[in-house]
């Protein structure tokens, strides 16, 4: 799997997602401030704890402990904004969200790492280990994550603002091409590590799916706790719930140079489709009962 075409690929997706942004809708961001800072809070700072402790809790080992935090410090995936009008969730708020936590990555997932590799220096891990754990790039991750995200997806967000009309016209190639690249990379690096993931799968795959109800789970809960309405509730779980799996394959491998840590993110591209499914029929009949009830009362 370590090969250029890898990074070229995640830019090429990071770029699609650009050219869905009209920069125009960040100024409805002012009429739901609440749901913004709720939806970052949750995704920014709630997930990549709930990784960790998950990972403290099922005494992974470290590479896949490590796994499991990059993928929660990840960003919003490429296909959250389809979704969350499929769930009947804001689509604003949505592309927002996306936009805010990809153009954040390379901030936050260099600071989860370091903080997952302080919690995980457990005295029980050999020198060996603990060396090849600490020997991991601070400045490179952070340069990598800004060169195969922040910069194609700010390329995007430019060529949508001066060229609209040629951006919405090939945007469904586009966005068909992002796709298509984001199953290669999932299905090339489950294949890959498809002997690590059968043979740890007992742990790793309980601690994937306990963190995807969890994400989903607590991103229900902030938003009870902001009053948020249903709309907005919806579309932060369906953002918490799916991350960017390619971004975070793409650091376990390129960046950091170890297979083992794709293991989590792999097994979580699966699992993550299942729940998303489960939330879009939540959301669209929460939200007809509730508009059913609106209309009622009118």
């Not at 809790?57 to 990059?70: D, K």
């Not at 029980?124 to 400045?139: A, E, H, I, K, R």
């Not at 199953?183 to 740890?200: D, G, L, R």
Request: glycine share 6%.
């Amino acid at each position: 799997m370590n090969t250029p075409l890898i990074p070229l690929g995640l830019a090429v997706i990071m770029i699609t997602v650009g050219f869905s942004v009209n920069l125009r809708e960040f100024g409805a961001l002012r009429q739901n401030v609440f749901g913004l800072c709720a939806g970052l809070i949750a995704q920014v700072m709630i997930l990549p704890i709930l990784a960790l402790s998950i990972a403290l809790l099922l005494n992974l080992e470290p590479l896949h402990a490590m796994g499991l935090v990059i993928l929660a410090a990840a960003p919003g995936g490429i296909t959250s904004n389809f979704l969350s009008s499929l769930a009947r969730g804001k689509v604003a708020l949505s592309i927002s969200l996306t936009i805010l936590t990809n153009m954040l990555a390379f901030l936050t997932i260099p600071v989860f790492l370091s903080i997952a590799l302080l919690v995980l220096a457990v005295p029980d891990l050999n020198t060996s280990s603990q060396s090849s754990l600490f020997s991991l790039p601070f400045g490179r991750v952070v340069l990598g994550v800004l060169v195969i995200c922040a910069v194609p997806l700010t390329l995007g967000m430019t060529l949508r603002h001066f060229f609209p009309h040629f951006c919405q016209t090939i945007l469904k190639q586009a966005r068909f091409v992002a796709s298509a690249i984001f199953a290669a990379i999932v299905i090339t690096s489950f294949v890959t590590e498809w002997e690590t993931i059968s043979s740890h799968w007992s742990v790793i795959g309980p601690a994937v799916i306990l963190l995807n109800c969890l994400s989903i789970g607590s991103a229900l809960v902030i938003s009870r706790l902001f009053s948020l309405s249903a709309q907005d509730a919806i579309t932060i779980a369906v953002e918490c719930g799916l991350q960017n799996v390619a971004l975070a394959l793409v650091i376990c491998q390129l960046l950091l140079g170890n297979g083992a840590l794709m293991v989590p993110a792999s097994i979580y591209a699966l699992v993550m489709n299942v729940s998303i499914l489960a939330l879009i029929y939540v959301g669209q009949n929460l939200i007809t009962s509730q508009d059913t009830r609106s209309v009622d009362r009118c």
